[in-house]
C-alpha cells in the first residue's frame, strides 16, 4: 500500500500491548502407567505463564524482531496479536483494533505466516490458492494483477506458479506461502520462523526480500526467529523475550553496550608463544598456532592489547566486539549479565 | 461476499480430478460393494417370494437407490476438520475473513456433485449388468424423497462437523469419529432396511436421528409410509437437524475458546 503510507515524522503507532498476560494451563500427569491411570481420574493443573506482564509499542514501518529461546512467549504473544489468542488480561490493539473480536476490517490489514503450517492447497498449484485468498479478502483484480506480478517478480517464482504445491520444495512453497499472505497488502506482517528450514541460500533471499518489501510498502512486520541471521541483518530493533517477560526491547547495538561486560582479542603471533603465559592477558578461549582469541575485561581491552603487544610477538591484532549470538545466549543463561 | 465460496467451489473440484486414480478406485470400490450387497439379497430370496415385507425387485431398487442415497449424503469432512484443529493449521483460517465449517460445507457440496454424476454413471452400468427389475416412484413419492435427501444431507453434515470438532479435546477425536462412522454406516439403513431388525430396536432405532439419513428418504421413495407417518417422519428429521445444528455450534463455540486458551 504504497500510497497509504505517511511521513516519516509523523510516525503512526500501530500496534499497542500493555501489559499482556497469557497464562495456559496444564495437566501435570505423573511418570509411567500408574501415573496414566491417575490421570484418567483426577488431573491436577498447574498455570503456565507463557507470556507474564509484556508492554511495547510498535509504529507504522518498523520492522521488528522477536528473539528468544522456545517457549519464550514469542509465537503466543504474536498469537494474541493476531487475535489466535485470548489474553489473560492485559490490552492489545492492532491498528486501533482489538484483535480476538476477529473483525474482517482488521483481518483485511494484516496477514500471519507460519513457517510451520501452510494455507496453500496441497495438491493444486500455488495460483489456485493465490485466486482464493483474492475472493476471500476481496482484492479487486487491477490491484491484485498489479501486486500479484510485483511479488511474483521479487520473487521469482514466475515458473513455479503453475506446479502442483506438493512436488515444491520447502524453499518454494515458503516463498508462495509468502505472496498468498501478501496478496491483500496487508499493512502488518507477522512474520513467525519464516526461515526455518530452509537452506542458507534461500535464509538470504528470505530476508532480503523481508526487507525489500517493508521498505518498499512501509509494512510494519514483526519477526519472529531462532537464527541470529535473520534478526541481525533484517532488524534495527529486537526485543528480547525470556520466560515470558520483556528482557530488552531497543536498538541490537544497544544490546553490545548494555550486556556485553567483554572483549575479545583476536590475534596473529610470529611464532609460538606458551600458553600459560597467555593467561596474564586474558581468558583465553581459543589456541591455535599462530592465533588465539582472548577475553578481556571491556573497559581494560586496551591497556591488555598494549601489554599484549610489548610482551608477545604480534603479528596482527584486532580488537572485536563478542558476537551477538553469544551476548543473547549469556542473556537467556543468567549468567554474565553486565 | 459469496464470490469467495464460490471460487472454494471451483477449486473443490480442481482438487478432486487431481487424484483421477485415487477417485476411480474410490468408485470401483462402490460397485464392488453394490454386486456385493445384490448378490446377498438374491440368494436370500432365493426360497420366498416376499422378506421381511419386500419382494426381491423391492429390495434391489432399495440398496440401488440406497446407494445413490449415500453418495450423496455421506461425504465426511470430519478427518480433515480434526486434523486442522489437531495441526494447528485452523489459524491459518481463523485470521482469515471466511467461515471455516461453511467453507467446509461448499467443498462438500462440490464432491457431492461429482459423486452424484459417478453413482448416475455407476447406477447404469449396474443396471446394464444385472439388468433389475426397478420400482419407479410416483412423482410425488420421488418428490417427498429428494425433499428428504437435502434434509439428511444437513442433518449429516451437522453430525459429521461435530464429531471433527471434539478434536477441540481429544486427539483428532479418533474415538468419537469411528463411533460415530460406525453407528451411521449400520443403523441410517444403508446397508439393510431397518424393519428386517427385532421390532424393539427397529423402534428406537425409528427415533434416533440416524434412521433419517437414508432409511426415510428411502421408504419415502418407495412409497412404504402413510401421510401421517410421512408427517411424523419430517417432523422428526427437522428436529434433529436442528438439535444437531445447535450441538454443532455449541462445540464449535466451546472448542474456540479451548483453542484460544491452550493455542494450537
Redesign the interface.
Given at each position: 500500500m504504497a500510497e497509504g503510507c505517511c511521513k516519516l515524522d509523523e510516525m503512526k503507532e500501530v500496534i499497542k500491548v500493555k501489559n499482556l498476560k497469557k497464562y495456559?494451563?496444564?495437566h501435570q500427569k505423573e511418570a509411567g502407567l500408574v501415573g496414566s491411570l491417575k490421570s484418567l481420574v483426577v488431573r491436577k493443573y498447574e498455570d503456565v505463564k507463557?507470556v507474564d506482564g509484556v508492554s511495547f509499542k510498535i509504529n507504522e514501518g518498523e520492522l521488528v524482531g522477536f528473539i528468544g529461546p522456545n517457549g519464550a512467549g514469542k509465537?503466543?504473544t504474536l498469537?494474541t496479536l493476531?487475535?489466535?489468542?485470548?489474553p489473560t488480561s492485559g490490552e492489545v490493539r492492532v491498528l486501533g483494533h482489538d484483535p480476538?473480536k476477529?473483525e474482517?476490517e482488521l483481518?483485511?490489514q494484516?496477514?500471519?505466516v507460519?513457517g510451520q503450517?501452510?494455507?496453500l492447497?496441497w495438491?493444486?498449484p500455488a495460483q489456485?490458492?493465490f485466486?482464493?485468498?483474492k475472493?476471500?479478502?476481496?482484492v479487486p483484480d487491477e490491484h491484485y494483477q498489479k501486486t500479484i506480478s510485483e511479488l511474483v517478480e521479487m520473487l521469482e517464482i514466475e515458473e513455479i506458479l503453475k506446479i502442483?504445491v506438493r512436488k515444491l520444495s520447502l524453499g518454494q512453497r515458503m516463498k508462495c506461502e509468502l505472496v498468498a499472505a501478501l496478496l491483500h497488502s496487508p499493512k502488518v506482517l507477522f512474520l513467525d520462523e519464516p526461515t526455518i528450514g530452509l537452506d542458507v541460500v534461500m535464509q538470504k533471499k528470505m530476508r532480503d526480500f523481508i526487507k525489500d518489501y517493508n521498505q518498499r510498502f512501509k509494512s510494519t512486520i514483526i519477526l519472529t526467529s531462532h537464527y541470529m541471521g535473520d534478526v541481525k541483518e533484517l532488524c534495527e530493533r529486537v526485543i528480547i523475550i525470556d520466560k515470558g517477560k520483556i528482557v530488552f526491547d531497543g536498538q541490537l547495538a544497544d544490546i553490545i553496550e548494555k550486556y556485553a561486560d567483554h572483549k575479545i582479542l583476536s590475534v596473529v603471533f610470529q611464532r609460538g608463544v606458551q600458553k600459560e603465559k597467555l593467561a596474564e592477558i586474558g581468558e583465553v578461549t581459543g589456541y591455535t598456532y599462530p592465533k588465539a582469541v582472548i577475553r578481556v575485561p571491556r573497559q581494560e581491552s586496551s591497556q591488555r592489547a598494549a601489554k599484549l603487544l610489548q610482551n608477545f610477538p604480534v603479528a596482527d591484532l584486532n580488537i572485536e566486539e563478542p558476537p551477538i549470538e553469544n551476548i543473547i545466549r549469556e542473556v537467556f543463561t543468567g549468567k554474565d549479565v553486565a | 461476499m459469496l464470490?469467495?465460496y464460490?471460487?472454494?467451489f471451483k477449486?473443490s473440484w480442481?482438487?478432486v480430478l487431481?487424484?483421477r486414480l485415487n477417485f476411480l478406485m474410490g468408485r470401483v470400490r462402490n460397485i464392488i460393494l453394490l454386486l456385493t450387497l445384490y448378490f446377498l439379497w438374491t440368494t436370500v430370496f432365493v426360497g420366498p417370494a416376499k422378506l421381511f415385507g419386500f419382494t426381491q425387485e423391492q429390495i434391489v431398487a432399495y440398496v440401488l437407490i440406497g446407494n445413490l442415497f449415500y453418495s450423496l449424503i455421506f461425504v465426511h469432512s470430519d478427518n480433515d476438520i480434526a486434523n486442522a484443529i489437531a495441526?494447528?493449521?485452523l489459524?491459518?483460517?481463523?485470521?482469515?475473513?471466511?467461515n471455516y465449517l461453511f467453507y467446509w460445507f461448499v467443498r462438500r457440496v462440490a464432491s457431492r456433485l461429482m459423486h452424484l454424476l459417478m453413482t448416475v454413471l455407476e447406477t447404469g452400468i449396474f443396471i446394464l449388468l444385472v439388468r433389475p427389475d426397478l420400482q419407479f416412484p410416483t412423482a410425488p413419492n420421488l418428490l417427498l424423497a429428494l425433499v428428504s435427501v437435502v434434509l439428511a444431507t444437513a442433518l449429516f453434515t451437522f453430525l459429521d462437523f461435530s464429531a471433527g470438532t471434539l478434536a477441540f479435546w481429544t486427539l483428532r477425536a479418533y474415538g468419537p469419529r469411528f463411533a460415530l462412522r460406525m453407528l451411521m454406516d449400520f443403523t441410517s439403513g444403508r446397508m439393510f432396511p431397518l424393519s428386517i431388525l427385532p421390532q424393539t430396536l427397529f423402534t428406537v432405532l425409528n427415533v434416533l436421528p440416524f434412521s433419517f439419513l437414508i432409511f426415510f428418504p428411502l421408504n419415502l421413495y418407495q412409497g412404504r409410509l402413510d401421510s401421517l407417518s410421512v408427517l411424523c417422519g419430517f417432523g422428526l428429521q427437522i428436529t434433529w437437524i436442528g438439535l444437531s445444528f445447535l450441538l454443532m455450534r455449541e462445540l464449535w463455540q466451546q472448542g474456540l475458546?479451548r483453542?484460544?486458551?491452550?493455542?494450537?
Open positions: 495456559y494451563q496444564v507463557a509465537t503466543t498469537k493476531s487475535g489466535l489468542l485470548y480476538y476477529r474482517p483481518q483485511k494484516f496477514a500471519l507460519m503450517k501452510n494455507q492447497w495438491d493444486l489456485e490458492t485466486i482464493l485468498n475472493e476471500i479478502y476481496e502442483q | 464470490r469467495k464460490r471460487t472454494v477449486l480442481q482438487n487431481q487424484y495441526s494447528g493449521g489459524s491459518l483460517f481463523l485470521v482469515r475473513p471466511i475458546r483453542y484460544e486458551a491452550v493455542g494450537g
